[in-house]
């Protein structure tokens, strides 16, 4: 247990619809980043907030991806009119500035 | 695309011996990290390396960066089984705003 928790943990959803992921990170990093993960691959960078500014956002994260952190706290991540392909794992993980990525257990998307 | 790729894709070895994973990156870094996976788990860390850095031990861990050639290498020493799972470099950039996983390397440890 890294001290990131992530919530849920397995989300099966019907395609269209929107889903919502939660992350907590570890409470003193300012840091928090979102990835997706797919079978065989590396993560790969969506997102990531310094306190709660969302400094960058990667080009895969399409307009139906949107991500907020309220206060500086805890994460969200909305998924709309989500299609078969956002099928993945995704991650959060979060730092101390530049350092160490704490990450989480992850949620399993399953969209059919 | 992703930053890093990870050489090579797959390795199997012997319990005791030693096994090493290349990362090759494409652009300046700020630094550079070694993650674990174990199948279908989280990532955890491993061991950072910055980029006026050249080598770095932790326990059976040792990495070295040649930031003239952007690659690095991991050597894990004296194999166990419970080493296996898929190891992933990751490059944070100058700004510190590029965070790139390569492909990553998948050692099984054969007791």
């Known amino acids: 247990d890294t001290g990131v928790s992530q919530d849920p943990r397995h989300k099966i959803t019907k395609r269209g619809q929107n889903v919502t992921f939660r992350c907590d990170p570890i409470?003193?990093?300012?840091?928090l980043y979102w990835y997706r993960q797919t079978l065989g691959q590396g993560p790969e960078f969506l997102t990531y907030f310094q306190n709660e500014a969302q400094l960058e956002k990667s080009r895969l994260l399409s307009d139906r991806f949107s991500a907020e952190r309220p206060k500086g706290s805890f994460s969200t991540l909305e998924i709309q009119r989500t299609e078969q392909g956002d099928s993945a794992m995704y991650l959060c993980?979060?730092?101390?500035?530049?350092?160490?990525?704490?990450f989480g257990p992850g949620t399993r998307l399953t969209v059919t | 695309s992703q930053q890093g790729e990870e050489d090579p894709q797959a390795l199997s070895i012997q319990e005791g011996e030693n096994a090493t994973m290349n990362c090759s990156y494409k652009t300046s870094i700020n630094n550079l990290q070694w993650y674990r996976q174990n199948s279908g788990r989280g990532l955890v860390h491993l061991i950072l390396?910055?980029?006026?850095?050249r080598e770095k031990h932790s326990g059976r861990l040792r990495v070295t960066l040649d930031t003239s050639k952007k690659s690095s290498s991991l050597l894990i020493t004296a194999s166990r089984a419970a080493d296996t799972a898929s190891y992933f470099c990751?490059?944070?950039?100058?700004?510190?705003?590029?965070?790139?996983f390569g492909t990553g390397t998948s050692l099984t440890v054969i007791p």
């Open positions: 390396i910055r980029s006026n850095e």
């Open positions: 990751a490059t944070v950039g100058n700004t510190g705003n590029q965070f790139y």
């Open positions: 409470s003193e990093h300012n840091r």
């Open positions: 993980a979060s730092s101390l500035e530049q350092g160490q990525q704490y």
